[in-house]
């Protein structure tokens, strides 16, 4: 596993952590001014979050993902639930991606714009992904390449995007409520199919997604041979070369599933 923030003195908003039978990652969510709505913030969020998963992952095994998801979105909401607004639109949320070992399957959940790629042994990668957010943000980009960053109609806009967040047609997050856990794309196969899964960040998939410097083939490849840190300097190499501003990026690395 890596995980790099975006820049040196900010907070790491993405989490990734495993147990031996589970792997999962979260890509915290939040805007400007989110302090004043939450006296926590995004990567207390993302990393209570994981952690409330993790420990689920650990001691119930006879539950679905999304139940557990679920379960852990109410854990967290309850634990700021007295101190912070947690039902106003831009209090912190999360993407989610988890992975499981369970009875020869590999079980996969993922909610928001994370990724999972299962790296199958007969068969190209198998890329898991939610595009609704992606999808409805398009009709925003234009006003926000318009206004200036951090003024207050960029934040306007933002807003005005988020506003779609955890409703009927719109995109999907963890955040306040759990009902948004029967909202994320799930999944299973067998491990005999599998040699190997990644859980990757938006920060870290755009590797494949933005920049096009790979496809999912060569992104297990280098993987495979390299590690999760390669495959975050190319990224940074490519958002210094097209001056994108960074993002925090995060991948976690499953090897050896077809002899779990």
């Given at each position: 596993m890596t995980s790099v923030a975006?820049?040196?003195g900010r907070a790491n908003e993405d989490f990734t952590g495993a147990v031996p039978t589970a792997a999962v990652l979260i890509d915290g969510a939040g805007i400007p001014g989110i302090e004043s709505i939450c006296r926590h913030g995004v990567a207390w969020y993302a990393s209570r979050?994981?952690?409330?998963?993790?420990s689920l992952l650990s001691l119930v095994r006879d539950r679905s993902l999304s139940a557990l998801l679920a379960e852990a979105i109410e854990q967290v909401t309850d634990d700021h639930r007295d101190t912070?607004?947690?039902?106003?639109?831009i209090s912190p949320s999360a993407t989610v991606a988890i992975l499981r070992l369970s009875d020869g399957l590999i079980e996969h959940l993922v909610l928001g714009d994370s990724v999972l790629v299962l790296d199958r042994a007969d068969a190209a990668p198998l890329v898991v992904s939610d595009p609704r957010e992606v999808i409805i943000s398009r009709s925003y980009r234009s006003a926000l390449e318009a206004a200036a960053e951090g003024s207050d109609e960029y934040h306007q806009?933002?807003?005005?995007?988020?506003?779609n967040r955890n409703q009927p047609g719109g995109f999907w997050l963890a955040k306040d409520d759990p009902r948004a856990a029967d909202e994320a794309i799930t999944g299973s196969c067998p491990t005999s199919e599998l040699t190997g899964a990644a859980l990757l960040s938006n920060g870290a998939s755009r590797i494949v997604d933005r920049f096009r410097l790979a496809d999912w083939p060569g992104v297990m490849a280098v993987l495979a041979s390299s590690g999760p840190a390669e495959i975050i300097h190319r990224v940074r190499q490519a958002e210094a070369r097209h001056a994108v501003a960074a993002d925090d990026a995060t991948i976690a690395h499953c090897t050896d599933l077809g002899e779990a």
């Open positions: 975006a820049r040196t979050l994981g952690g409330s998963l993790l912070c607004d947690v039902a106003d639109p806009v933002l807003r005005d995007l988020r506003a």
